[in-house]
């Protein structure tokens, strides 16, 4: 293989074994930026798109069970209506230049709420300086989906008074011990390994407890992204009153199609345990294949960050078993070209 077909692939597991020191490094960021957050904000909007907007889902699995203030993930050019004066809305924007993000960066200065951008440039970071906003800057030159880390980090940064307590030793614990397993998740032998294997050319579809429920999108999406290849997402107990329907009445060639892929935690609700046993006695029966992910850490974030590892290499992995480069993403691009967007 040439030089150039490899600087891809490399790239891309270099950033992905970056991730947890990333978080280190955008936790500090955050923390020296200093953002004064007024007393009487009473709720968060982060808004983004693709890869800049599943740190604020990965955030919200640490925030929704710990925090009394709400943080809501925008996806798109508008604002929820309760955006006011007590909203701290942070746009995440890793390029800067993401249209639906500026359209809702200048509607939340109409509406008077306190306003943070965290990116590494672009027209997001000029409107912030010209508008008094204060804007954490993130490093450059990163594919959106590769800055996971520094955006997360950057997130609990900002929102760390809100915590009981500062978030900095379990930053750095977290960051520790996940970037301790980068070497495993790299082996032939690793589990991101063994869950391409199992995949293979099948569809993969990611299921996942309502508490994780962003990692499994972030799996989802960086399969289509690493992998170029369509992969679904669902999550317990929701599945099971409609997808199972679904899984019940397959026969054996359209399950031979599928791969389904069980990530759980010590951390969810005991119940979700047996109703996954059940699923994946009931998908082997109808010859679907099933593979599990288990994360071992019981603190929320240590689990997060640890299943974004997993999942970033089982992308990089299954993009490799069949020799695609992953750093491209040409299809987005020629979208913005189409539309007319940067």
Same mark, same amino acid.
């Given at each position: 293989?040439?030089?150039?077909?490899?600087?891809?692939?490399?790239?891309?597991?270099?950033?992905?074994?970056?991730?947890?020191?990333?978080?280190?490094?955008?936790?500090?960021?955050?923390?020296?930026?200093?953002?004064?957050?007024?007393?009487?904000?009473?709720?968060?909007?982060?808004?983004?798109?693709?890869?800049?907007?599943?740190?604020?889902?990965?955030?919200?699995?640490?925030?929704?069970?710990?925090?009394?203030?709400?943080?809501?993930?925008?996806?798109?050019?508008?604002?929820?209506?309760?955006?006011?004066?007590?909203?701290?809305?942070?746009?995440?924007?890793?390029?800067?230049?993401?249209?639906?993000?500026?359209?809702?960066?200048?509607?939340?200065?109409?509406?008077?709420?306190?306003?943070?951008?965290?990116?590494?440039?672009?027209?997001? +970071?000029?409107?912030?300086?010209?508008?008094?906003?204060?804007? *954490? &800057?993130? /490093?450059? #030159? $990163? =594919?959106? @989906?590769? !800055?996971?880390?520094?955006?997360?980090?950057?997130?609990?940064?900002?929102?760390?008074?809100?915590?009981?307590?500062?978030?900095?030793?379990?930053?750095?614990? +977290?960051?520790?011990?996940?970037?301790?397993?980068?070497?495993? *998740? &790299?082996? /032939?032998? #690793? $589990? =991101?390994? @063994?869950? !391409?294997?199992?995949?293979?050319?099948?569809?993969?579809?990611?299921?996942?407890?309502?508490?994780?429920?962003?990692?499994?999108?972030?799996?989802?999406?960086?399969?289509?992204?690493?992998?170029?290849?369509?992969?679904?997402?669902?999550?317990? /107990?929701?599945? $099971?009153?409609?997808?199972?329907?679904?899984?019940?009445?397959?026969?054996?060639?359209?399950?031979?199609?599928?791969?389904?892929?069980?990530?759980?935690?010590?951390?969810?609700?005991?119940?979700?345990?047996?109703?996954?046993?059940?699923?994946?006695?009931?998908?082997?029966?109808?010859?679907?294949?099933?593979?599990?992910?288990?994360?071992?850490?019981?603190?929320?974030?240590?689990?997060?960050?640890?299943?974004?590892?997993?999942?970033?290499?089982?992308?990089?992995?299954?993009?490799?078993?069949?020799?695609?480069?992953?750093?491209?993403?040409?299809?987005?691009?020629?979208?913005?070209?189409?539309?007319?967007?940067?």
């Amino acid at each position: 293989m040439t030089a150039a077909r490899t600087e891809g692939p490399v790239r891309m597991r270099t950033l992905a074994t970056q991730v947890p020191e990333h978080l280190a490094a955008g936790f500090a960021r955050a923390v020296d930026l200093g953002a004064p957050i007024p007393r009487q904000t009473r709720s968060a909007v982060v808004v983004g798109m693709g890869g800049s907007a599943i740190a604020a889902d990965l955030a919200r699995g640490v925030t929704d069970p710990e925090l009394e203030i709400a943080l809501e993930v925008g996806r798109g050019p508008s604002l929820p209506r309760s955006v006011d004066k007590t909203t701290l809305t942070i746009f995440t924007s890793y390029s800067g230049n993401t249209w639906e993000t500026l359209s809702a960066y200048d509607e939340a200065g109409r509406r008077g709420s306190v306003r943070l951008a965290i990116t590494s440039g672009g027209e997001l +970071a000029r409107r912030a300086e010209r508008d008094g906003v204060p804007h *954490l &800057q993130l /490093p450059p #030159g $990163l =594919p959106p @989906r590769a !800055a996971v880390g520094y955006l997360l980090g950057g997130l609990f940064g900002v929102l760390d008074p809100f915590f009981p307590e500062s978030n900095e030793s379990r930053i750095r614990r +977290a960051a520790e011990r996940v970037g301790a397993l980068q070497t495993s *998740l &790299q082996s /032939p032998k #690793g $589990l =991101p390994r @063994r869950l !391409a294997a199992a995949v293979g050319t099948r569809t993969p579809q990611v299921y996942a407890d309502v508490s994780i429920a962003s990692l499994a999108r972030r799996w989802k999406t960086q399969i289509e992204e690493n992998a170029k290849r369509l992969a679904h997402f669902d999550l317990f /107990p929701e599945l $099971l009153h409609n997808a199972i329907v679904g899984w019940d009445a397959l026969d054996g060639p359209q399950a031979r199609r599928w791969a389904v892929l069980l990530i759980d935690w010590p951390g969810q609700n005991p119940s979700i345990a047996s109703a996954e046993s059940y699923l994946e006695r009931l998908l082997k029966r109808r010859g679907v294949v099933v593979a599990r992910a288990h994360l071992g850490a019981e603190d929320r974030l240590e689990a997060l960050l640890t299943g974004v590892s997993i999942g970033d290499h089982l992308s990089l992995d299954l993009a490799e078993a069949v020799g695609v480069d992953p750093l491209p993403v040409e299809a987005i691009a020629q979208m913005k070209r189409a539309l007319g967007r940067s």
